[in-house]
């Protein structure tokens, strides 16, 4: 008789696991996502340049106003979901009416929706433009204000992770703050956020935004990309292609301060089996402002008139330059030699008589 060592389990006739054997399920894979946006900001509406005569201030609002009107074609020519723009819509709360109705009906023309994240210029404050009565009672149905910390979900797997600003002077890093509450996701999270990085505009102010921790939350996964405002020129950070400062959409600053704004990004995401990031610029401003070096010159010496007495030929008083050349020393100031050999005396300043003015002696 023989007598097994082991006693195995038997599988059912059904197929069934065998007895002791844990069933193991099958993880789902994650979801393809895609989505094409608009990366734009600081468009400061109602800025003026101290630099710009009257006629030409108002060429320059024209051109800004229609910056903001091509973004809208754009958006409908690449076909983008949305638009984000991050921080500082307009330059000061006390903009005037007139500038926040022509925004409001030029962003009604959109043919997407339109996310405001309320910046340093334009705070979401007790005075906030975006508290305002004209706003709220002009504000189109596509527009919408970012107007709390947080998550804003665009359609199903597309998430907006928010950091308005609350004051004009925040106690934090604010986007630092709502990285931390991320947990890890199969959704697509864009990162909407306003401020000065360390690395480029190193400070001690307390809102400086943490570099380092924009990459971590990059690198990590919990976000796909990080969309930035306050620099008005286009800037990436890092290497991941997936956090950009967008820079203003028509140029605010001279060219040795500001280099490659009047541009909009669009962003294409995909996350799932197959993840990728594209990010393309597109030019939608018509200015710039290009600084010139102007070469100094040596400031030249004062010249004053004197007059000539009567010569021994006759000749009337008349009016002559003092020449540098044929200053001669006398007592009493410097004075200029005749063709006579008489002295005739010019005073550089005289305390008692103006720069037009002729003295003889």
């Known amino acids: 008789?023989?007598?097994?060592?082991?006693?195995?389990?038997?599988?059912?006739?059904?197929?069934?696991?065998?007895?002791?054997?844990?069933?193991?399920?099958?993880?789902?894979?994650?979801?393809?996502?895609?989505?094409?946006?608009?990366?734009?900001?600081?468009?400061?509406?109602?800025?003026?340049?101290?630099?710009?005569?009257?006629?030409?201030?108002?060429?320059?609002?024209?051109?800004?106003?229609?910056?903001?009107?091509?973004?809208?074609?754009?958006?409908?020519?690449?076909?983008?979901?949305?638009?984000?723009?991050?921080?500082?819509?307009?330059?000061?709360?006390?903009?005037?009416?007139?500038?926040?109705?022509?925004?409001?009906?030029?962003?009604?023309?959109?043919?997407?929706?339109?996310?405001?994240?309320?910046?340093?210029?334009?705070?979401?404050?007790?005075?906030?433009?975006?508290?305002?009565?004209?706003?709220?009672?002009?504000?189109?149905?596509?527009?919408?204000?970012?107007?709390?910390?947080?998550?804003?979900?665009?359609?199903?797997?597309?998430?907006?992770?928010?950091?308005?600003?609350?004051?004009?002077?925040?106690?934090?890093?604010?986007?630092a703050a709502q990285l931390g509450r991320l947990e890890p996701s199969d959704e697509i999270r864009i990162v909407v956020g306003h401020g000065g990085v360390d690395t480029l505009s190193p400070n001690d102010d307390a809102a400086i935004v943490a570099e380092a921790g924009l990459r971590s939350a990059v690198d990590d996964g919990l976000v796909d990309y990080i969309a930035l405002g306050d620099r008005h020129s286009v800037t990436s950070l890092g290497d991941s292609d997936r956090i950009w400062y967008s820079g203003a959409p028509e140029v605010t600053d001279f060219d040795h301060r500001e280099k490659d704004s009047g541009q909009v990004l669009q962003v294409s995401l995909r996350r799932g089996p197959e993840t990728s990031v594209e990010v393309i610029p597109h030019r939608v401003g018509a200015w710039s402002f290009l600084g010139h070096r102007a070469r100094r010159r040596r400031p030249r010496r004062p010249r004053y008139a004197a007059r000539t007495p009567r010569g021994a030929a006759g000749q009337g008083p008349h009016r002559r330059q003092a020449r540098p050349d044929r200053h001669v020393r006398s007592r009493g100031g410097r004075g200029v030699r005749r063709p006579d050999g008489g002295v005739r005396r010019s005073f550089r300043r005289p305390a008692h008589l103006g720069a037009g003015s002729t003295i003889s002696r």
Request: proline content about 8%; glycine content about 6%; some cysteine.
């Open 1 to 175: 008789m023989t007598v097994p060592l082991f006693d195995l389990p038997e599988a059912d006739r059904a197929g069934t696991p065998a007895r002791g054997e844990r069933s193991k399920k099958a993880k789902k894979p994650a979801p393809q996502r895609e989505v094409v946006f608009l990366h734009t900001a600081d468009w400061q509406l109602g800025m003026t340049r101290h630099f710009l005569p009257g006629e030409a201030q108002a060429t320059y609002d024209a051109a800004r106003q229609e910056a903001v009107v091509e973004i809208g074609r754009l958006a409908e020519s690449t076909g983008a979901e949305f638009v984000v723009v991050c921080g500082d819509v307009f330059d000061d709360p006390r903009v005037s009416s007139r500038i926040i109705r022509r925004t409001l009906d030029a962003l009604a023309d959109y043919p997407v929706p339109v996310y405001l994240l309320p910046g340093n210029h334009d705070p979401l404050n007790a005075t906030s433009v975006y508290r305002s009565t004209v706003f709220r009672s002009s504000c189109p149905e596509n527009v919408h204000v970012l107007d709390h910390a947080g998550m804003f979900q665009v359609r199903e797997g597309i998430v907006l992770v928010a950091a308005p600003w609350t004051s004009k002077r925040p106690d934090g890093d604010l986007i």
